[in-house]
């Protein structure tokens, strides 16, 4: 549940998601789910000349499954509180 | 007095709202009837109306339509009533219908995407599948 | 609170805060901050540095040329699946 904490923080900030066949998006993080299944908003490909397929969608589903990365803003992110909440929850696991 | 047969008719509570649906929650239950494209682990682009999904993000797709590219025009092959596995299910996008042609992408009809696919060269044919391809199928 | 290292994770455990070396899939290191995991290995790194190797054969020679090519991110979530090692960064001296 950590990291979906984590990204239920983030919801309204902007991050780019690569996927696992190097394909990159930005956009506005509008939900995440329990599997880190994301939604975007205001959703573009970084590099559209290369992939002009998703010229035409307006916001945009994807799997958790297919992700490699997801580039977050670091002003956005609070280290110790998430650092603290680490520790928490491996600390739970035993 | 409530006897059946009598024509009493108890009033429905409305269904509640869909599991998913909750403040923060990644949902599809937005896209439901919406028109959609939506990306395959092995690189096709299929469009259509999202009629259904569940847990698993396996999806029904409703008028499916596979999207081929070919350097700056395309074409949609109709297929039908689709049922996607959630795990080949890359990302699902609502279409923006005026957005679909540009200056750049102009569409054609299903006949000659195929022609223009069979005139590319094999490598042209591959480049948009293969760039959107997850490694570890090829 | 275990402070004790009793499983794998717990090696983890110890470098957060700390400069970690990942491996990822698809000929990928990282080298960041470890700012969080959890049990399938999915990590937030700080002021990360990605490196991508790649080989190429020439054709005449037979050759291996391998290229290297890095970038730098502020932040980073990593997908605990793309994950192969975790280490402590290699010590030089």
Redesign the interface.
């Known amino acids: 549940m950590l990291f979906y904490s984590f990204f239920k923080t983030l919801v309204g900030k902007e991050i780019a998601v690569e996927l696992k066949n190097d394909v990159a998006l930005t956009g506005t993080l509008h939900s995440v789910d329990q599997y880190l299944n994301v939604k975007l908003t205001d959703v573009q490909v970084v590099d559209a000349e290369r992939y002009p397929q998703l010229g035409a969608i307006k916001n945009c589903f994807i799997r958790g499954s297919v992700v490699r990365y997801i580039q977050i803003p670091s002003a956005d992110v609070d280290t110790e509180l998430l650092q603290d909440a680490c520790r928490k929850e491996s600390a739970q696991g035993k | 007095m409530g006897l059946p047969g009598m024509g009493f008719q108890h009033p429905v509570p409305p269904p509640p709202p869909p599991p998913a649906f909750f403040p923060g929650s990644a949902s599809l239950f937005e896209q439901l009837d919406k028109r959609v494209m939506v990306v395959l682990r092995d690189g096709r682009h299929l469009v259509g109306v999202m009629r259904s999904y569940d847990q698993f993000s396996n999806i029904v797709l409703e008028d499916t339509h596979e999207r081929h590219f070919v350097r700056d025009i395309f074409g949609d092959i109709s297929l039908g009533l689709y049922l996607v596995r959630g795990d080949a299910l890359v990302l699902m996008g609502e279409l923006d219908e005026t957005r679909e042609e540009t200056p750049r992408l102009r569409r054609v009809s299903a006949d000659e995407i195929i022609e223009a696919q069979q005139e590319a060269s094999a490598e042209e044919r591959q480049d948009a599948k293969l760039d959107w391809l997850f490694q570890d199928l090829s | ?2 402070s004790s290292v ?1 499983e794998p ?2 090696l983890i ?1 110890l470098s ?2 700390e400069r970690i070396h990942v491996k ?1 899939r ?1 000929e990928r290191e990282l080298r960041g901050k470890l ?5 399938h290995l ?1 990590m ?1 790194l ?1 002021d990360v540095e990605e490196t991508v190797t790649t080989v190429e054969v020439d054709e005449d020679t037979y050759e291996e040329i391998v290229r290297t090519s890095k970038r730098s ?7 605990g ?2 994950v192969i090692l975790v280490s402590p960064p290699v010590r030089t001296t």
């Open positions: 609170m275990s009793e994770l717990d455990r957060l805060d990822c698809g700012h969080s995991y959890d049990q999915n937030v700080g991110i502020e932040m980073l979530f990593v997908r699946d793309v």
